[in-house]
């Protein structure tokens, strides 16, 4: 068996040549199998491509890939895609928080007859804001059906030759690996593994690119949002008809009742706030749409390194 390895490598100068060992390590417990390694730098403006760039002197099985700048993680993944040779890709993290030397679990499972197997970290090294937000993008995909239910996403998991193949022919400008691969496979599975502490510094994800992360799963490949905005235009319009006659009532019975400003006032802002939600949802989704006819792309590659031609 070829197994490839693929890691988004974003500010990785000081972690990656030890991931990268230990995942050599981890699938040698196996001689019999031979593995490809692929690093996305993700950040051309520091070190880390030069450290890839020693690696794959070293090692001809490790294929270097620099970006023309940072499109972010799921970007970097979609850009190891045309460089995977093996039976079965595994997608890791480049901050050694994933136990490579259990690699081996992970394809087990796949062999099962599974077409894409994530890793589980029921106790994450992650702050607590960063499982709050977790947690609540979980929620949030599972109800817009771009999520299996019961399936726990991680970037540490490996999918089939199959999936890597279906997986290539995506070429949305906004992707969204799960949500995508949720409408062309459906034998999932999870594994539980310990999650590690960082090897250095902390996590990269701020608030506005987890909020860019959870609106792409949120608005592709479903039109529930829409749905959402259109039921709760409903609603409001006919809480306003309610209030409306119970206003028309009151006054009726009771003609030196002043009228309510503050209660209108209230209602406007209410309903014109709702309105613009609506058209920002519409718009998104209008926007996306022109982004994707007008051919931009997922990312653009500067450089490589003992890649071959580019399936």
Known sequence: MLITVAIPCYKSAKTIERVVEEIRAGIAQRPENDYQIVLVNDYPDDGTFEVIRKLCAEDKKIVGVNLSKNFGQTYAKMAALPFVEG??????????????????RLIDKLDEGYDMVYAYFPHKKHSLFKRLTSKLNSAVLEFNGTKPRGITLSSYCALNRMTVDALKQYKSPFPSIGGFLGGVIKRYANVEMEHRARLEGTSNYTLAKLLKLWFTGFLNFSVKPIRVASTLGFLSAGIGFIYGLYIIIRKLVDPALAAGYASMIAIMLFLGGMIMVMIGLV????????????????????????????K
């Open 283 to 310: 718009g998104e989704y209008i926007g996306r749409i022109f982004m994707t006819v007008s051919d931009q792309p997922q990312y653009v590659i500067r450089e490589t390194i003992n890649a071959k031609e580019a």
């Open 87 to 104: 039976d079965v890709l595994v997608y890791m993290d480049d901050d050694g928080q994933h136990p490579a030397d259990q690699i081996y």
